[in-house]
């Protein structure tokens, strides 16, 4: 079942629009505001009954610290910052939990084991993708803009998460809700 949500956290404001004009430099609207994916889209049903369980986690859950880091990839058509934080592993896999995506979700969109967190700066497009994306010689480029432009990597203070919803009409994610973490 196709499903339009996901989760995430949003860097400091200052930080996300430099990260924010970056992608606009090279890719135009890329459909969503940088963040940090903490949980794809396997389990988040249109019912939304999920969310009592994100927000039980979120509600237990105490602040943390968490620090962007040097760009990578993944393969060699997606360019992202490289994110550390023991503390994010532990929250990414209590939602998880929460949720209970099933084992081929958990597999098809790289969670628990396989999570790598990370904020996406762009992505190798193809011709018959909907939206204008760059080649492999333009993510080249970026990834040398982006240890110049983007650094120094910040770190800041995770207190909150954010759940995306798609707008099927602009055909990007916008927030649905954030869910404070638990400050008593």
Known sequence: MKTDY???I?????YLERVQQFQN???GNVGVEPHITLKAQGGLSPDRKWLDGVKG??????????????PAYFGETILYLS??????????????????????????YFELEAFVPHLTL?????????????GKPELEVMENQAR????????????????????TEKKQYEPLIDLPLHTG
């Open 6 to 8: 996901f989760i995430g």
């Open 57 to 70: 986690v979120a509600s237990r859950f105490r602040p943390f610290s968490l620090s962007l880091g040097e």
């Open 148 to 167: 110049r432009k983007l650094a120094p990597y910040p770190r800041f203070d995770v207190t909150s998460i954010r759940v995306y919803e798609l707008n």
């Open 83 to 108: 994110v550390h934080s023991s503390d994010l592993f532990k929250l990414h896999r209590e939602i998880v939990q929460a949720i209970s995506p099933s084992m081929e979700e958990i597999r098809q």
């Open 10 to 14: 949003v860097p400091p404001e200052e």
């Open 25 to 27: 430099r090279w890719m």
């Open 122 to 134: 762009g992505k190798e497009l193809y011709p018959s993708s909907i939206r204008e994306g760059v």
